[in-house]
């Protein structure tokens, strides 16, 4: 059956791939609410059938509108954030804005409305793991986070559990770990390393390199978030990963080879403050309990897409490039 479903920051990296996603395999009509920060972009979005998909921009902070879409909404899938550690550290507040004052906004229209609400939040809220630790993120993993960034996500997921339980609000919680992909801004790990070296940039690696990841597919990140919404327990919170676990390292050398360069050509900058050592997620509970697995199975495969995707579409990241380079820069990275 055909929902109709609000996507807050659906201009964004990953809520424009849940966008495409829910439009190729659903019949649900989409509205999607973004400001278009710095971080949002209309372009992602362009060329969607009108008769299934709405834009409207503004802020999840502003009451009337967002209480004026929820009425219209059969469920909400809240992406909309402040996203970037580094952005984190020079200036929080719009972090607290937007992740806290934001997401509370909107629990009180899903209150309000009685909407089914799914969060969309991040495994950076356990903090870190050492290198050796045999141990992954599970659900039951004390919160512990380490940025600003990712305390108002903490933040912002007990807001959550909190109107569950005070509330009877009907929603779930996701946390999941790095994604890659198309439409991903620059400011960001992998596309800055890809359009420094298309730029004839050398890539820059925080401190060491010996910094884990855990790598997955956008587009499996959008698939596990529609199975939670349709099969997810209300109340309940499910970690999204693909066990794609990866030092920073391992990921600029296989930048450099799959675009043809010596794989040494990388600087060493500054190291980030706080800087998470490692993140790794055990998505047990997901795939067994509502049957998710991932369909990107192959990193090489996906980050040599992802690859072709900024050089095929240099106009969509070109105007945004030298103003992210400037602002590294003045900080040694
Ligand atoms: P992004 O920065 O690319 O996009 C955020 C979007 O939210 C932008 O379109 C922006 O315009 C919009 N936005 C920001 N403030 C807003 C406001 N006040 N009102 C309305 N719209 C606003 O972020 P992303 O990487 O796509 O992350 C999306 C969500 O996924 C975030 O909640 C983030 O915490 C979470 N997450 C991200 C990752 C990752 O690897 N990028 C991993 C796990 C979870
Ligand atoms: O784990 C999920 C999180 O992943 C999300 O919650 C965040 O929204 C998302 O931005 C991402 O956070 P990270 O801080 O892990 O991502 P970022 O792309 O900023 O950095 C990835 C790693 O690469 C990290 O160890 C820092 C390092 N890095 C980053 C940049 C921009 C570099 O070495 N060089 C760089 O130029």
Redesign the pocket.
């Known amino acids: 059956m055909s929902r109709r479903l609000l996507v807050?920051?659906?201009?964004?990296?990953?809520?424009?791939?849940f966008v495409h996603h829910v439009l190729e395999h659903t019949d649900d009509h989409l509205t999607v609410?973004?400001?278009?920060?710095?971080?949002?972009?209309r372009a992602?979005l362009d060329g969607l059938p009108a008769n299934r998909f709405r834009f409207v921009q503004?802020?999840?902070?502003?009451r009337n509108l967002v209480d004026e879409l929820f009425a219209d909404a059969d469920a909400v899938v809240?992406?909309?954030?402040?996203?970037?550690n580094d952005n984190s550290l020079d200036n929080p507040r719009?972090f607290l804005?937007?992740?806290i004052v934001?997401t509370y906004t909107l629990l009180e229209a899903a209150r309000k409305h009685d909407r089914r609400f799914h969060?969309?939040?991040?495994?950076?809220v356990y903090g870190d793991l050492e290198l050796d630790d045999p141990q992954r993120f599970t659900e039951s993993t004390p919160y512990d986070p380490s940025s600003p960034?990712s305390a108002t996500?903490a933040g912002?997921d007990l807001l959550v559990r909190a109107w569950v339980r005070s509330f009877g609000v009907r929603a779930t919680i996701?946390?999941?770990?790095?994604?890659?992909g198309p439409?991903?801004?620059v400011e960001?790990f992998i596309p800055r390393q890809i359009t420094n070296v298309i730029r004839g940039i050398r890539p820059k690696l925080y401190g060491s390199g010996e910094n884990v990841r855990d790598w997955?597919h956008?587009d499996d990140?959008s698939s596990a978030v529609l199975t939670i919404l349709d099969k997810g327990a209300i109340g309940e919170t499910y970690l999204?990963g693909a066990d794609g676990e990866k030092n920073n390292r391992e990921v600029v050398e296989l930048i450099l080879e799959l675009m043809g360069q010596p794989g040494d050509t990388y600087d060493h900058v500054t190291d980030r403050a706080g800087h998470d050592l490692r993140y790794a997620i055990d998505s047990t509970k997901l795939r067994s309990e509502l049957g998710w697995s991932p369909a990107y199975r192959d990193f090489r495969a996906g980050l040599e897409a992802t690859i072709r995707w900024y050089r095929d579409n240099e106009s969509w990241w070109a105007g945004t490039k030298d103003g992210v380079e400037a602002f590294y820069a003045a900080k040694g990275q």
């Open positions: 807050t920051g659906g201009a964004g990296f990953i809520g424009s791939n609410l973004d400001k278009l920060t710095y971080a949002g972009n992602s503004g802020d999840i902070t502003d809240h992406y909309a954030a402040e996203s970037h719009p804005d937007t992740n934001g969060h969309i939040s991040t495994d950076e960034y996500k912002s996701s946390n999941c770990s790095n994604n890659y439409y991903q801004h960001k997955i956008a990140h999204i």
